[in-house]
């Protein structure tokens, strides 16, 4: 049985910094593709940013500079560490491994404050 596990979202003022992890189990972590999306309300799930199963990583414009995804494969273990948060941030973020499949976690809440 798949599951992710997202945790360390909250309430954070604008310029804050905050860091998601995603344990993952049932998967070869280190096959996957790891990837963190987000949906606020209203809008589609857009993606964040992607780190391959060699370590490449890609990133929507709109946080290139300010986000950084990392994995541990050790910890079965990916990260996002979230710097100069802006309101437009705030979204429902998901964990995502994809590898034969795509597997999602049930998401934690960012919210930014102005």
């Known amino acids: 049985q798949v599951q992710l596990v997202e945790s360390g979202g909250g309430l954070v003022q604008a310029g804050g910094s905050l860091r998601l992890s995603c344990v993952a189990s049932g998967i070869i972590f280190r096959a996957n593709a790891m990837g963190w999306y987000r949906q606020a309300p209203g809008n589609e799930r857009e993606l964040v940013a992607r780190i391959s199963s060699s370590g490449t990583t890609t990133y929507t414009d709109s946080v290139k500079g300010r986000f950084t995804i990392s994995r541990d494969n050790a910890k079965n273990t990916v990260y996002l560490q979230m710097n100069s948060l802006k309101p437009e941030d705030t979204a429902l973020y998901y964990c995502?491994?994809?590898?034969?499949?795509?597997?999602w976690g049930q998401g934690t809440q960012v919210t930014v404050s102005s």
């Open positions: 995502s491994a994809a590898r034969f499949s795509t597997y």
